[in-house]
């Protein structure tokens, strides 16, 4: 046995396989892509309170997940084993918005596109996923919604109360309506057409209306 055999190994034989420009290239791509999709979700996110950490682990997730399929890819004994290790990671953060589960499925799928050598499908599919979100996620809506609570002392008020919204909204419905000894309280689906909310201050100058609270409310509405 000779000097060279006691260091010979076989995980120093796989450094000489590995090809650092490659790598090198791959991961600046994916911190590239990972850095558009972070400014693609700050742009589109419609939530209450913005989450930086998250963005900034969608760039983590595309260079992470490029890493992984570089060290699968060379090797098919490796991608075997991490197949198995991975199997067994359970996530348990909670997922606040629904489109967020569309980026974290978008920083993976560029990191395996990446790491798979496809430069061009990723930055190509990355543009294209980028402009489509930005286009309908961003789309405003021609009607502001809003939640309108109105409460009145009697019947003759309530009347006169859904004849002022109906004028000065584009769209009402009444959603609840709750009778009591203090009077009616009317919960109402109203979308206005503008901002303006100078309605608010007429109807609650009605003779009969007690008082009324208009809310802003961001959900989905079927046409």
């Known amino acids: ?87 067994i990671v359970r996530f348990r953060a909670a997922i606040k918005e629904p489109m967020d589960i569309a980026y974290l499925f978008w920083a993976i799928a560029a990191g395996i596109i990446l790491g798979a050598g496809l430069i061009p499908l990723a930055v190509i599919g990355s543009l294209c996923l980028g402009l489509l979100l930005m286009a309908f996620v961003n789309k405003k809506s021609q009607d502001t919604p809003y939640i309108l609570l109105v409460s009145c002392d009697g019947d003759a008020s309530e009347e006169s109360a859904q004849a002022c919204v109906k004028a000065q909204a584009r769209k009402s419905a009444v959603k609840t309506k709750t009778v009591g000894m203090d009077g009616v309280e009317l919960t109402m689906e109203v979308r206005l057409a503008g901002n303006s909310t100078d309605f608010v201050n007429q109807l609650a100058a009605l003779p009969g209306v007690q008082n009324a609270v208009l809310v802003s409310y961001n959900g989905e509405y079927m046409a």
Do not use: C, P, Q, W
Not at 8 to 14: A, D, G, I, P, V
Not at 31 to 58: D, E, M
Not at 63 to 85: H, K
């Open 1 to 87: 046995m000779t000097f060279n055999d006691i260091f010979k190994s076989s995980f120093l034989e796989k450094v000489s396989s590995f090809s650092l420009v490659d790598a090198l290239i791959a991961l600046a791509m994916a911190f590239a892509i990972g850095l558009f999709i972070h400014y693609v979700y700050r742009k589109t996110y419609t939530g209450v309170l913005y989450s930086n950490s998250f963005g900034v682990s969608l760039m983590a997730m595309t260079m992470i997940t490029t890493v992984v399929i570089l060290a699968v890819t060379s090797n098919v004994v490796l991608s075997l084993g991490m197949v198995g290790a991975l199997s």
